[in-house]
């Protein structure tokens, strides 16, 4: 009955029909970078697992954050590697910490570029868990009281938005009331709200140093397996006062980006993590696929699942190709 009548093909004859009927849009401001700041001076670092991407000093961001000011980016998300590391984290809420002292400077240079900070200790602890250990596990309530310094000293450095990934019980509800208290009432937080615990952090955990010493992150981090508790974890967080929210990886749980986006009205991102920029790189430089068409394939799939803004490893490239 349908054929002849409907010939799907009319409207992909040409480009001007495709673009017509396109349903998902890319654009370089739906993209969030993420950034590695390092100790020193005049320092810009290759991470060998994630070509393309640095650690760099302050100084060296700086730089690099006026370039990226004028590429119309939806912003940039900041990750810190302290001087040193200790039990209790406190390079990650130190006043002059470095993700502290780059937010700052970057503000100054920069003030049209929106700042995101990474709120977590994992980069700051010696044993590379997300908090404070008691009893072999990482204790729930004792490391609320770190996640809320860290967001106040990052908020009083001119952080734009703070973004907990830590997957602690409380810690939106933790860090919104540490911020009223402290004169940021008007500061949102970015929820990292169904992170879940993915091989696809490997080459991130490099590039920040965090690979925890023992043990995994499995009794915080979300099991691969549901979706179910993924949205009862989303749903905890927006009652705490969290103003966006975020599903990580990206590619494969695009299922639970499609259900958070079916069931909330809050901005919704996705963050296309290490593993997935590294295994497009990777087969990339062994010939075996096109970078920049799997690169956007990739990211219109997160958008068209329902993601509003993507942090990306490709957020430069983004900008290049469609800016
Ligand atoms: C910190 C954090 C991680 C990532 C973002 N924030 C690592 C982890 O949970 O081990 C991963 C990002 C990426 O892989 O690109 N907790």
Same mark, same amino acid.
């Given at each position: 009955?349908?054929?002849?009548?409907?010939?799907?093909?009319?409207?992909?004859?040409?480009?001007?029909?495709?673009?017509?009927?396109?349903?998902?849009?890319?654009?370089?401001?739906?993209?969030?970078?993420?950034?590695?700041?390092?100790?020193?001076? +005049?320092?810009?670092?290759?991470?060998?697992?994630?070509?393309?991407?640095?650690?760099?000093?302050?100084?060296?961001?700086?730089?690099?954050?006026?370039?990226?000011?004028?590429? +119309?980016?939806?912003?940039?998300?900041?990750?810190?590697?302290?001087?040193?590391?200790?039990?209790?984290?406190?390079?990650? /809420?130190?006043?002059?910490?470095?993700?502290?002292?780059?937010?700052?400077?970057?503000?100054?240079?920069?003030?049209? &570029? &929106?700042?995101?900070?990474?709120?977590?200790?994992?980069? /700051?602890?010696?044993?590379?868990?997300?908090?404070?250990?008691?009893?072999?596990?990482?204790?729930?309530?004792?490391?609320?009281?770190?996640?809320?310094?860290?967001?106040?000293?990052?908020?009083?450095?001119?952080?734009?938005?703070?973004?907990?990934?830590?997957?602690?019980? +409380?810690?939106?509800?933790?860090?919104?009331?540490?911020?009223?208290?402290?004169?940021?009432?008007?500061?949102?937080?970015?929820? /990292?709200?169904?992170?879940?615990?993915?091989?696809? /952090?490997?080459?991130?955990?490099?590039?920040?140093?965090?690979?925890?010493?023992? +043990?995994?992150?499995?009794?915080?981090?979300?099991?691969?397996?549901?979706?179910?508790?993924?949205?009862?974890?989303?749903?905890?967080?927006?009652?705490?006062? #969290?103003?966006?929210?975020?599903?990580?990886?990206?590619?494969?749980?695009?299922?639970?980006?499609?259900?958070?986006?079916?069931?909330?009205?809050?901005?919704?991102?996705?963050?296309?993590?290490?593993?997935?920029?590294?295994?497009?790189? #990777?087969?990339?430089?062994?010939?075996?696929?096109?970078?920049?068409?799997?690169? &956007?394939?990739?990211?219109?799939?997160?958008?068209?699942?329902?993601?509003?803004?993507?942090?990306?490893?490709?957020?430069?490239?983004?900008?290049?190709?469609?800016?």
């Amino acid at each position: 009955m349908s054929f002849p009548a409907h010939r799907m093909r009319r409207l992909r004859a040409s480009a001007e029909l495709r673009r017509l009927v396109c349903e998902t849009q890319l654009e370089p401001s739906h993209c969030i970078l993420p950034l590695f700041v390092c100790p020193g001076e +005049g320092v810009k670092r290759e991470i060998g697992s994630m070509p393309g991407n640095y650690q760099m000093s302050v100084d060296v961001v700086v730089k690099e954050c006026e370039q990226l000011q004028s590429a +119309g980016l939806g912003g940039i998300i900041l990750f810190g590697i302290p001087e040193s590391k200790d039990e209790e984290a406190s390079g990650a /809420y130190a006043a002059d910490g470095i993700v502290q002292r780059a937010v700052t400077a970057i503000k100054r240079a920069c003030p049209k &570029l &929106l700042v995101i900070t990474d709120v977590c200790n994992c980069e /700051y602890t010696s044993h590379g868990h997300c908090g404070k250990i008691v009893g072999g596990d990482v204790d729930n309530d004792l490391t609320l009281e770190w996640l809320a310094r860290t967001a106040v000293s990052h908020a009083r450095a001119g952080a734009d938005i703070v973004a907990p990934s830590d997957m602690m019980d +409380g810690r939106v509800g933790a860090i919104r009331r540490a911020l009223d208290q402290a004169g940021f009432s008007n500061l949102p937080i970015l929820s /990292y709200a169904a992170k879940f615990a993915s091989s696809f /952090y490997g080459p991130f955990r490099e590039a920040a140093e965090s690979a925890p010493q023992f +043990g995994d992150r499995r009794s915080y981090q979300m099991d691969p397996a549901n979706a179910r508790e993924a949205m009862r974890e989303i749903e905890l967080d927006v009652q705490e006062g #969290a103003d966006l929210i975020l599903v990580k990886p990206a590619l494969p749980y695009l299922d639970i980006i499609r259900m958070a986006r079916d069931r909330f009205d809050v901005p919704l991102g996705a963050y296309q993590v290490s593993g997935e920029y590294s295994m497009l790189v #990777a087969a990339a430089r062994n010939g075996w696929l096109d970078l920049e068409r799997a690169m &956007l394939e990739s990211l219109t799939a997160i958008r068209r699942a329902g993601a509003d803004f993507i942090l990306t490893y490709f957020a430069r490239e983004v900008a290049r190709l469609l800016g």
